[in-house]
């Protein structure tokens, strides 16, 4: 069917098709170029002043590790060109969630067995944690925070703290 007769004039529906087109182009570039590169512009490596983390991934593997240390530090190893968002601010850090500007609604981003980033934090020993993950191997380990992690297919690991 052509857009034309949707609009009754080709011309218009040429210009209707152009004109939803570009958006969509322009996201496709910004998505590329994301994806492309290991880290996010102006993503850290390290965070300061945050006291919960929270992770969504479909097939990334997510490794949280409680220690003395006062910043989350990550480590991220990106497998093919898998799309990553993170997320900070007012003391909380979030991985793989696209929220809107007011934060009402948010969805996860959908990554592939070939192509998603797995993420090793460092945190300190009393962060709250949520993970999620739908494929992906999940391991917490020294945490004394609130721990939430769940995975639906992959190993789930969580070992207490250590003592001290």
Same mark, same amino acid.
């Given at each position: 069917?052509?857009?034309?007769?949707?609009?009754?004039?080709? !011309?218009?529906?040429?210009?209707?098709?152009?004109?939803?087109?570009?958006?969509?182009?322009?996201? $496709?570039? /910004?998505? +590329? &170029?994301?994806?492309?590169?290991?880290?996010?512009?102006?993503s850290p490596s390290s965070f300061g002043g945050i006291r919960t983390l929270d992770v969504h991934t479909d097939h990334g593997d997510v490794e949280v590790v409680?220690?003395?240390?006062?910043?989350?530090?990550?480590? !991220?190893?990106?497998?093919?060109?898998?799309?990553?968002?993170?997320?900070?601010?007012?003391?909380? $850090?979030? /991985?793989? +969630? &696209?929220?809107?500007?007011?934060?009402?609604?948010?969805?996860?981003?959908?990554?592939?067995?070939?192509?998603?980033?797995?993420?090793?934090?460092?945190?300190?020993?009393?962060?709250?944690?949520?993970?999620?993950?739908?494929?992906?191997?999940?391991?917490? !380990?020294?945490?004394?925070?609130?721990?939430?992690?769940?995975?639906?297919?992959?190993?789930?690991?969580?070992?207490?703290?250590?003592?001290?």
């Amino acid at each position: 069917m052509d857009i034309g007769m949707w609009t009754g004039c080709p !011309r218009t529906g040429r210009t209707l098709a152009w004109a939803a087109a570009i958006p969509l182009l322009v996201a $496709l570039l /910004v998505v +590329l &170029v994301v994806s492309t590169t290991d880290t996010l512009p102006g993503s850290p490596s390290s965070f300061g002043g945050i006291r919960t983390l929270d992770v969504h991934t479909d097939h990334g593997d997510v490794e949280v590790v409680g220690a003395d240390v006062t910043e989350v530090s990550v480590t !991220r190893h990106a497998q093919g060109a898998g799309p990553r968002v993170e997320s900070w601010g007012d003391g909380s $850090l979030t /991985v793989g +969630l &696209v929220c809107d500007d007011v934060g009402s609604f948010c969805g996860s981003i959908r990554d592939t067995a070939g192509s998603h980033t797995d993420y090793v934090f460092v945190v300190p020993r009393d962060i709250d944690v949520t993970i999620r993950s739908e494929h992906g191997d999940v391991t917490v !380990r020294g945490v004394t925070g609130k721990a939430d992690a769940r995975t639906e297919t992959g190993r789930l690991r969580q070992d207490p703290p250590s003592p001290g």
